[in-house]
């Protein structure tokens, strides 16, 4: 083997013999290698990556401003649709990766959130028409959570999902207090109407120091800095802008939705005093 600096230069071909036969003596002679062979010069790879065991390459880019990572991929896949021919296939790796496999998964768990919410609250007021009044009330605190992240401009990534999921419970709270009280006053010989009044009036303070408090306690995810702040920043607004704007809608929506569907459905208490 030769040495290093030997390697790379050409003409060290013409130091490296190999045997050869004499067609005149008939014995063997030592011919240099630079005799038998030819040499060119080209451009190649310095190393050949493999994905999946297959030649790849990789394409690295940062985002522009006022664009998401979601984007970015759409406007990549659709020019290399045109680009690229049918054999060339593409995956993802990083946070690309990550963001595919989350992002059809988010819908997934959203929807079991919300259904395992519903169960136990039907498990609770052994009913199935008071958990719809609750949990009607949800999309407003995902609305309030997208217009935060909008006025914001932050994106709709994994860790602002986690806040949207964290809303269904604390949502579904503020919906029991009332839910639940106006149930008891209705045991008592209240109507509909006024027990749910009643029962939105007298729970508002409670209400409202929960949200409060909850808020509060999301401001130092806001406030955050240093490495990890977007996942922490994207989370504390969701909350933030999620209960903030729901505090007071459902105040007015969840005692309407009750006025409407509590007469389908009895209390427990009503029908043992029945």
């Given at each position: 083997?030769?040495?290093?600096?030997?390697?790379?230069?050409?003409?060290?071909l013409?130091?490296?013999?190999?045997?050869?036969?004499?067609?005149?003596?008939?014995?063997?002679?030592?011919?240099?290698?630079?005799?038998?062979?030819?040499?060119?010069?080209?451009?190649?790879?310095?190393?050949?990556?493999?994905?999946?065991?297959?030649p790849?390459?990789?394409?690295?880019?940062?985002?522009?401003?006022?664009?998401?990572?979601?984007?970015?991929?759409?406007?990549?896949?659709?020019?290399?649709?045109?680009?690229?021919?049918?054999?060339?296939?593409?995956?993802?790796?990083?946070?690309?990766?990550?963001?595919?496999?989350?992002?059809?998964?988010?819908?997934?768990?959203?929807?079991?959130?919300?259904?395992?919410?519903?169960?136990?609250?039907?498990?609770?007021?052994?009913?199935?028409?008071?958990?719809?009044?609750?949990?009607?009330?949800?999309?407003?605190?995902?609305?309030?959570?997208?217009?935060?992240?909008?006025?914001?401009?932050?994106?709709?990534?994994?860790?602002?999902?986690?806040?949207?999921?964290?809303?269904?419970?604390?949502?579904?709270?503020?919906?029991?207090?009332?839910?639940?009280?106006?149930?008891?006053?209705?045991?008592?010989?209240?109507s509909?109407?006024?027990?749910?009044?009643?029962?939105?009036?007298?729970?508002?303070?409670?209400?409202?120091?929960?949200?409060?408090?909850?808020?509060?306690?999301?401001?130092?995810?806001?406030?955050?800095?240093?490495?990890?702040?977007?996942?922490?920043?994207?989370?504390?607004?969701?909350i933030?802008?999620?209960?903030?704007?729901?505090?007071?809608?459902t105040?007015?929506?969840?005692?309407?939705?009750?006025?409407?569907?509590?007469?389908f459905?009895?209390?427990?208490?009503?029908?043992?005093?029945?």
């Amino acid at each position: 083997q030769a040495e290093r600096k030997d390697r790379r230069d050409l003409n060290s071909l013409s130091n490296v013999f190999v045997r050869s036969g004499n067609a005149t003596t008939g014995s063997p002679s030592l011919v240099p290698l630079s005799v038998l062979v030819s040499t060119s010069e080209s451009a190649a790879a310095a190393e050949l990556r493999r994905y999946d065991r297959l030649p790849s390459i990789t394409l690295s880019a940062g985002l522009a401003p006022d664009y998401t990572l979601g984007q970015a991929l759409d406007y990549m896949e659709s020019g290399a649709v045109d680009a690229l021919p049918a054999s060339v296939k593409m995956t993802y790796s990083g946070q690309s990766k990550v963001f595919k496999s989350t992002s059809g998964g988010a819908m997934v768990s959203f929807a079991f959130a919300l259904l395992i919410v519903f169960l136990v609250l039907a498990a609770q007021f052994e009913s199935f028409i008071y958990p719809f009044v609750i949990i009607l009330a949800v999309p407003l605190a995902i609305a309030g959570a997208i217009y935060s992240l909008t006025v914001m401009d932050l994106s709709l990534n994994v860790y602002s999902q986690i806040g949207i999921i964290l809303l269904v419970g604390l949502m579904a709270k503020n919906g029991i207090l009332i839910v639940e009280f106006a149930n008891q006053l209705r045991a008592t010989g209240y109507s509909i109407r006024d027990a749910v009044v009643r029962a939105a009036v007298l729970r508002l303070r409670p209400i409202v120091m929960t949200v409060l408090s909850t808020i509060l306690g999301a401001m130092p995810l806001i406030l955050a800095s240093g490495a990890g702040a977007e996942s922490r920043i994207a989370i504390g607004w969701v909350i933030v802008g999620g209960l903030g704007l729901a505090l007071f809608l459902t105040l007015f929506l969840t005692p309407v939705l009750y006025d409407l569907m509590a007469r389908f459905a009895k209390t427990k208490t009503s029908e043992a005093v029945s």
